[in-house]
């Protein structure tokens, strides 16, 4: 099996294993939950935050965070916009990858939500539904280059698969 092949398989097999764990009841935390548990292995992340946008005109808030296999939820953080990294990621609406974490370039509630003194990458993908941003998945490891295939758009499948559920939860509120 070449590489494409292989990460076509594993997407797939997650996405299946992905709407297997989440029931209709389950909140938009847990689903987060599964989805950074089964990635976690994988690229090594240590710290990562699930940013929605309850509307077209609000700011990004954090919903949900994960540190090192710990789930904080029932968040509703309202970041600010003023040097948002966050912000610039979801209006451009391109997966965006940093190498050199030293020079993080978003604010204070950013850089405190997803990097640990350690980190050596980092990764925002935006979640989509219909062309829309409504929010961002952040991730970080200490592994540099780790999400270089999320620039590649070797996960888009199972991000939008992630997207369409937390639209569909988000619905339900």
């Not at 996405?15 to 909140?27: E, F, P, V, Y």
């Not at 090192?68 to 003023?82: F, M, T, V």
Request: hydrophobic share 40%; charged share 20%; aromatic share 10%.
């Amino acid at each position: 099996m070449s590489n494409n092949q292989t990460v076509t398989y594993t997407a797939t097999n997650l996405i299946t294993d992905l709407r297997a764990s989440i029931d209709r009841d389950s909140g938009l935390s847990h689903a987060f939950f599964e989805l950074t548990r089964r990635l976690a292995p994988q690229f090594n992340i240590r710290k990562a935050v699930l940013l929605l946008r309850p509307d077209a005109n609000a700011p990004l808030a954090a919903i949900s965070t994960w540190d090192n296999g710990q789930i904080r939820e029932g968040l509703a953080l309202k970041l600010p916009s003023e040097s948002s990294l966050f912000e610039i990621v979801a209006g451009h609406g391109e997966v965006y990858t940093e190498n050199f974490c030293g020079g993080f370039s978003g604010n204070f509630f950013e850089k405190k939500l997803l990097l640990e003194a350690d980190s050596r990458s980092f990764v925002l993908h935006p979640l989509k539904h219909d062309g829309q941003v409504i929010g961002l998945l952040g991730f970080s490891s200490d592994r540099p280059t780790a999400f270089t295939c999320f620039e590649e758009g070797l996960v888009d499948p199972v991000i939008n698969e992630f997207s369409a559920i937390i639209r569909d939860k988000a619905l339900r509120l």
